[in-house]
């Protein structure tokens, strides 16, 4: 079971989208959740509900509202973690605030009272760019040998944070332009003082992505420093380029890159040694200007609207291709027959009816037939107020492929009154797509005497679309009032006429007249 | 009288009891003579009151807040926006023969501020008469196929990302950019949008995307929006013309040139988007002016009188107006404001208002006369502009895409020089900063105030509910005369016939041609008919005519006359032969003709009502009177009397100006002076209609050019 909190969006351009951290934290706007249950088919359903009620109980969110069938759906295998018995939902509006972070803080053993936790002062994170906390429950069946049967419990916090005006992230730190300097105070007001005394292990890790590790090379050669590998060296937390404040316990370069050439290297923090007497801050300072580029996913996606007025539009996805990808292809691209697959998983509500027939290729700008490019579609057609329109694709793409477009036309239908919300005139949303690359896994795999692996489970790249905003036609709200004066007096009007005219015979009336005249 | 008499000797006799609301329809049947009097003096009248009737614009959405946060704009932005303006007219930029420099200077400036910047390249597009594209939906456009090189456009595009917004809505800024000829306003207004965009980036309110619109306006200004907005809204993935157009080496060049560039991850060629767009502001600065204030004026109409929300005009006008001391200006008809008759009348209102406070204090409604002349004035003209169906400005192009959108043109009152130049980026840079700010608030869309008014001053409207009124009051009389010309038509010919045979026998074949006569109409209707379609036909033949290469406006328009009177002709020989031996029976026909005629008019102007109102006010000033009138001539000079003849020289004064183009060249030489009106004009002014699009084209063309040769054929009736 997954549930995640996001504010603001995940910008996959300038923040990376193939690295695990883009990959398994960035989400989409709002709340999302998904949850595989084992349980028989007929249960799962029941058991959705309980889950989303007490969630929403637990986490002061309106996450009941996926209870209803119109708001989650059951992906057969598109989404990650394939099986016919996962139930998916999300709710692009809901508003994300402290008192969301609150009980996720509960979960924690010191809460934010001790460790790295003391970190999250509430002005400072939701002052920043993006954040979003992640719940990820696994639970480890009593089958697997050497393991206590359990539940793992995986929290995450991810935070895009700009020190002075500046981005950065606390997750992998990186930065942008003029590199302001940073140090954890400065960013978060506050210091570390020691581990929280439950925890095991306590660390901070430092992630110099690959492209900075190679600009940063590149700069260093262009000095004629002739050391060869500063970067590994003891010294490097206080190198010509910048330098850190702490020295690191310990420095990990990524084992097998693709990109034989370059590889991250991460730093290592404990921070068992510091104490309140000497808390720990860390602080990067800058010292030349480095512009790097954070790995791309192989295609950018991106979705948007077409048409305008109220009564149809398209829904049409575009991928790009970045430029980083062709390095991915240059490993394969020998062979003739090189296909990039990709999958695209896509929630439309039922009110925005979308007709799949009208599902249209391009790629490169040339229209393409349905067949050539889809390998496998699953659809399954909204039900009106009863369940959503769900369409998995998976597509096979050239490598060479420059850019490629869905487009999928869709009808706007119209609600009850009361099924509106209070800001219906905002328009309804459409859930975001998610596209995931299933022959790209997102893992770094760090060199280390010891057994500690970093991210050893495999997870395909994904990304998430925009979340959009689809205007349907509003009823005046004011309206019921004339709508009932107008009807009454219609009907009055018919109904008066109609007994009049059944009542009256006009011969007889006439007869009457003349026998009386 | 006589009629009461009747009734009152009717009455005597048991006679079945005719029920109120048939007898109220009987009466104003028998009365249409002055009840058409009165309904139209009064419905002129009423239009004439508008403009006391004028309510004060209030905000209706409370969400808007406008003005509530103190403007963030320094002089530090006003400085950034200066420096921009300086390397626009500096004549190193100009250098360039297509104009890049300043759009890649443009772009790099942009950039600086973090901004996403796209170019987006156009061809522009000849607006082409499609015989069946009114009212239809704006398409993605045909693929023209000769594209050269040479004539394309570039629009660059920079969009802030809201740091912690959800990217689902956003707020366009247009700024039209001529690079090839910019004068000095031009440049300013890009200074003015740039200081607030730098602020755009600094800012943490920011809850929807901004795009900043640097439209290239070398071929119009409304060309390269609308091009911008074709490609946001309905894209075309399959294009052919495409490829043709990268081989062209100037769009490299530019694309090269900002390849290297520092934050190169910031910059693509590909189209950028952000999400539905919740408002657009278009901002022009105008480079001469001869006003003694700094003033704005707002251009509100977009096409087939298509208007903003109001509160998009209230939130411009509060802001201008209470915080940053602008005046605001909307269109005005100028020539109206000298007016005498027009003073007078403004006068006469103000002591009747005066007369009712002092009769009742509570009563206020008088507004003083110049006050009134000039709420006038800017009646009409919003009366123009909507009746025309042509934008007035570029924010034209928003409204066919649902987006509410105006045009804000500020003309400062001095000379250029650097003070004066840092007051207006200041003052202008705030008033931006408000309206985006306010937008932004914004939870839903625009959707509060009013669509459908009329402005008679920048903070007085006429909401929809009192103009028609005025509208109602000058249509009202004609299902009435209709009916009871067509009563008189029936009963006259059964006079005569009851005269004839002895009233008690009624045989069979009597109710059988009672039967016939009553279905006597659909002879006079079959005339309108064809006369409609006839009119169909002729507002068809501009598309055959501007086929034809080569023409001049002049000869375009005669031969378009010529077609046209060929084709009444023909249709006529063809199809209203057997007319001619009904005719001859019938001496009332011309009545039904009118009875028809007339009932056809009111139907086409309450539809034309219903898609653009002004059109249909104008139309029904013109064809009201007319149709109400018109008499056959000789039926006027046999009478020989004083109110015969006053109605015939009415009726040849409404039959000339009641035809299209005589009306058009009435106006215009009302507005212009005589001097210089032409034949071809008319043609050039019908091209431009079709051009946009404009129901007012349809509605000359198969309402009022049918019923001016309807009115005309009962003039001339032979009875």
């Not at chain 1, 249960?43 to 009941?64: E, P, R, V, Y």
């Not at chain 1, 730190?173 to 306590?202: D, M, N, Y």
């Not at chain 2, 209030?58 to 509530?68: D, F, H, K, T």
């Not at chain 2, 202008?428 to 700010?437: F, K, M, P, Q, T």
């Amino acid at each position: 079971m997954e549930l995640s909190f996001t504010q603001g969006r995940w910008n996959y351009e300038s923040w990376g989208g193939f690295d695990p951290i883009p990959s398994s934290n960035a989400k989409p706007p709002g709340v999302e959740l998904w949850a595989v249950f084992d349980a028989p088919q007929h249960l799962i359903d029941a058991l959705w509900k309980n889950l989303t009620h007490t969630l929403s109980g637990l986490f002061c969110a309106s996450i009941n509202f996926l209870e209803s069938s119109t708001a989650y759906s059951a992906p057969e295998w598109s989404f990650p973690p394939a099986s016919g018995k996962l139930r998916y939902g999300t709710l692009p509006r809901e508003a994300v605030c402290t008192e969301n972070l609150t009980p996720w803080l509960k979960l924690l053993p010191c809460r934010d009272k001790a460790g790295i936790s003391m970190l999250l002062d509430r002005p400072s994170i939701y002052r920043g760019f993006y954040h979003s906390q992640r719940l990820h429950l696994t639970s480890t069946g009593s089958g697997s040998e050497g393991m206590d049967p359990g539940i793992i419990l995986e929290q995450t916090l991810t935070v895009v944070l700009q020190p002075d005006s500046q981005r950065a992230s606390l997750a992998h730190a990186s930065e942008k332009h003029i590199q302001p300097s940073w140090s954890l105070s400065s960013i978060f007001g506050k210091q570390i003082s020691g581990r929280c005394v439950l925890a095991e292990t306590s660390n901070v890790y430092f992630l110099l992505d690959m492209g900075l590790v190679a600009e940063l090379e590149h700069i260093h050669k262009e000095n004629e420093k002739s050391e060869e590998y500063v970067l590994i060296s003891e010294k490097f937390w206080n190198n010509p380029s910048f330098e850190l404040s702490a020295k690191p316990d310990r420095i990990f370069i990524e084992e097998s890159s693709l990109l034989s050439k370059n590889a991250s290297v991460l730093y290592k923090f404990e921070i068992e040694k510091y104490g309140e007497s000497e808390p720990f801050d860390l602080g990067l300072f800058w010292k030349t200007p480095v512009v790097w580029l954070c790995q791309q996913a192989p295609l950018h996606a991106n979705r948007f609207l077409m048409g305008s007025g109220n009564e149809r539009g398209a829904i049409a996805i575009s991928l790009k291709s970045t430029q980083s990808s062709e390095g991915f292809m240059g490993s394969n691209s020998n062979d003739e027959r090189c296909e990039l697959r990709v999958d695209v998983f896509q929630v439309v509500p039922w009110y925005v009816k979308v007709y799949f027939h009208s599902l249209q290729v391009f790629v490169d700008q040339q229209p393409k037939a349905v067949s050539d490019i889809i390998e496998k579609i699953h659809v399954s057609p909204s039900k009106d107020k009863v369940s959503p329109g769900v369409m998995e694709l998976v597509l096979t793409l050239p490598c060479s492929v420059s850019s490629a477009v869905l487009t999928i036309e869709f009808d706007k239908g119209f609600l009850h009154i009361d099924e509106y919300p209070p800001d219906a005139n905002q328009g309804f949303d459409i859930p975001s797509a998610i596209v995931s690359f299933p022959d790209f896994h997102a893992r770094m795999v760090f060199l280390e005497n010891d057994s500690l692996n970093k991210s050893p489970e495999k997870s395909p790249v994904m990304s998430y679309t925009e979340v959009l905003l689809v205007p349907l036609t509003t009823p005046d709200f004011s309206m019921p009032y004339n709508v009932i004066t107008i009807t009454c007096t219609v009907f009055a009007l018919y109904f008066g006429s109609l007994l009049n005219a059944l009542r009256r015979r006009v011969a007889e009336e006439e007869r009457f007249l003349k026998d009386k005249g | 009288m006589a009629e009461t008499k009747e009734k009152s000797l009717s009455d005597k006799k048991p006679k079945p009891r005719v029920r109120p609301i048939v007898r109220l329809g009987i009466f104003l049947i028998s009365h249409s003579f002055h009840v058409s009097v009165v309904c139209c003096t009064a419905g002129v009248l009423a239009l004439f009151l508008l403009p006391v009737l004028a309510k004060n614009t209030y905000i209706s959405e409370n969400a808007l807040m406008p003005g509530s946060a103190s403007p963030m704009l320094s002089n530090q932005h006003v400085s950034d926006g200066n420096r921009l303006v300086k390397d626009l007219t500096n004549p190193n930029s100009k250098s360039s023969e297509t104009g890049i420099e300043s759009h890649k200077i443009i772009a790099q400036y942009m950039l600086d501020l973090g901004a996403e910047v796209s170019f987006h390249k156009f061809h522009p597009q000849m607006n082409q008469f499609h015989p069946l594209h009114f009212f239809s939906s704006p398409d993605s456009g045909k693929i023209q196929e000769n594209y050269s090189c040479s004539s394309y456009g570039i629009n660059t595009v920079g969009i802030i990302r809201a740091p912690r917004g959800d990217g689902k809505e956003a707020i366009v800024l247009v700024t039209p950019y001529n690079a090839l000829k910019s004068g000095f306003g031009e440049a300013l207004s890009l200074g003015i949008a740039y200081s607030v965009f730098s602020l755009l980036t600094q800012v943490t309110w920011l809850a929807k995307d901004i795009i900043w619109l640097v439209a290239d306006s070398q071929y119009g200004e409304y060309a390269a929006v609308a091009a911008w907005l074709r490609e946001y809204q309905t894209p075309k993935f399959s294009s052919l013309s495409t490829p043709n157009a990268e081989m062209c080496p100037d769009v490299n060049n530019l694309f090269e040139l900002k390849g290297h560039s520092i934050s190169g991850s910031k910059f693509s060629n590909s189209f950028r988007r952000a999400g539905t767009m919740a408002a657009a502001l278009v901002l022009k600065v105008r480079d001469q002016n001869e006003q003694f204030e700094d003033t704005i004026s707002i251009y509100a109409e977009a096409s087939n009188g298509q208007m903003p929300n109001l509160d998009l005009i209230n939130v411009v006008n509060y802001l201008a107006v209470h915080r940053q001391g602008l005046r605001v200006n909307v269109e005005k008809l100028w020539s109206l404001l000298n007016s005498s008759w027009l003073k007078s009348l403004g006068e006469i209102f103000e002591s009747l208002a005066k007369v009712a406070k002092s009769l009742y204090p509570k009563w206020k409604f008088g507004i003083p006369a110049t006050e009134y002349v000039e709420g006038t004035a800017t009646l009409a003209s919003s009366l123009y502009y909507q009746a025309l169906g042509v934008p007035t400005g570029p924010h034209g192009a928003f409204r066919d895409y649902q987006v509410d959108a105006i045009t804000l043109e500020i003309s400062p009152k001095f000379s250029l020089d650097k003070v004066w130049r840092n007051d207006i980026l200041l003052r202008g840079g705030r008033l931006i900063e408000g309206v985006i700010r306010s937008v932004n608030n914004l939870l839903e869309k625009f959707h509060q105030s009013f669509f459908l008014y009329l402005l008679t001053s920048p903070s007085k409207f006429v909401s929809v509910g009192v103009y028609m009124i005025a509208f109602a009051l000058l249509i009202a009389p004609l299902p009435m005369v209709a009916a009871s010309l067509y009563v008189d038509a029936n009963s006259s010919s059964n006079c005569s016939k009851g005269d004839s045979s002895t009233p008690s026998a009624i045989t069979d074949t009597d109710e059988h041609s009672i039967a016939i006569r009553s279905w006597r109409w659909l002879n006079s209707a079959k005339l309108v008919f064809i006369v409609h379609l006839w009119g169909a036909i002729v507002s068809l033949l501009p598309y055959f005519i501007s086929q034809i290469p080569d023409c001049s406006p002049t000869t375009s328009f005669m031969i378009w006359v010529l077609l046209s009177i060929l084709s009444l002709l023909t249709l006529n020989s063809v199809l209203a032969s057997p007319l001619a031996c009904a005719k001859a029976t019938q001496e009332k026909e011309w009545a039904l003709v009118k009875s028809v005629t007339i009932s056809s008019v009111f139907i086409g102007l309450g539809l034309m009502s219903v898609i653009n109102f002004a059109t249909a006010e104008i139309g029904a000033l013109l064809m009201v009177p007319m149709c109400l009138l018109a008499q056959p001539l000789k039926l006027d000079v046999r009478a020989g009397t004083l109110r015969s003849f006053c109605r015939m020289i009415c009726n040849l004064v409404l039959g000339h100006i009641a035809f299209p183009p005589a009306a058009f060249f009435l106006l215009k030489g009302m507005l212009d002076g005589f001097g210089n009106a032409n034949v071809g004009d008319f043609w050039m002014w019908v091209e431009s209609l079709w051009a946009w699009n404009s129901a007012t084209y349809l509605f000359i063309g198969m309402v009022q050019l049918p019923c001016w040769v309807l009115c005309i054929s009962i003039l001339f009736h032979t009875c």
